[in-house]
């Protein structure tokens, strides 16, 4: 006897392999909002987000667009900060992936577990894109790679930078920047994943929007 095959059922089995594929790219699929270091302005209202490529230097980096036009205008008494930036690294691919899997299933209570996780501010600033009336398109470059230079964004205590090397890596004696997760090596490589939140301020009280996952990217 022959079964009949639902809609419903064909719908179900490609989400759940597009579901698959997205977590076993480079990156994690996320919402939110939020972004980097400013360069330019205008961009979709939605906030995109380009998934880096660990393994193309040209596309190693974090790329995105904030979410300035819809927090600029707030109501009495709240003030739009502007984008902060979280990252971590890891020794271990799978950890970072598997964190920031959580990070993002949290949905609205992503900043608690983030935080619990032990995620830094780049740089160590509140804020690491001022906020505008219209949205920016943001492009963060950890470390210089081949011929592409990084954009200057430093660690948690805010004079480390993120170009290792044998003789200095995170996780070593002397690191303070307290960013780092897994078993310290000098040859690497190491993972960095990053959440970016819109920023709105409430009565001397900053609130986070659900965090939007940048990606991960491969230091070696």
């Known amino acids: 006897m022959k079964k009949n095959i639902k809609l419903s059922d064909i719908l ?8 698959v594929f997205v977590l076993s790219a480079c990156g994690v699929s996320g919402g939110g909002g939020g972004g980097s270091s400013s360069s330019g302005s205008g961009g979709s209202s939605s ?17 995105f667009t904030t979410l300035d036009s819809s927090y600029y205008n707030q109501p009495a008494g ?14 271990d691919r799978s950890a970072c992936t598997s964190q920031a899997s959580s990070i993002v299933a949290a949905g609205s209570g992503g900043k608690n577990t983030l935080d619990g996780f032990g995620f830094k501010q780049l740089g160590g ?3 690491t894109v001022s906020p505008s009336s219209s949205n920016q398109n943001v492009t963060i470059r950890l470390f210089k790679e081949t011929s592409y230079n990084a954009t200057g964004h430093k660690r948690f205590n805010g004079s480390s930078d993120f170009q290792f090397s044998s003789t200095y890596y995170p996780g070593m004696a002397g690191d303070s920047n307290g960013d780092f997760s897994g078993t310290p090596n000098s040859a690497g490589p190491w993972y960095v994943a990053a959440f970016a ?3 709105v301020n409430s009565n001397g009280s900053n609130s986070y929007n659900e965090p939007r996952y940048l ?4 230091i070696y």
């Open 197 to 199: 939140f819109a920023v």
């Open 78 to 91: 709240n003030v739009y900060r502007g984008t902060a930036v979280y990252y971590k690294i890891y020794s």
């Open 125 to 127: 600033n509140e804020i």
């Open 12 to 19: 179900s089995f490609l989400f759940s392999i597009s579901f």
């Open 215 to 218: 990606g991960m990217l491969k």
């Open 47 to 63: 906030g995109s987000v380009t998934s880096p490529n660990c393994d193309d230097p040209a596309n190693n980096l974090y790329r």
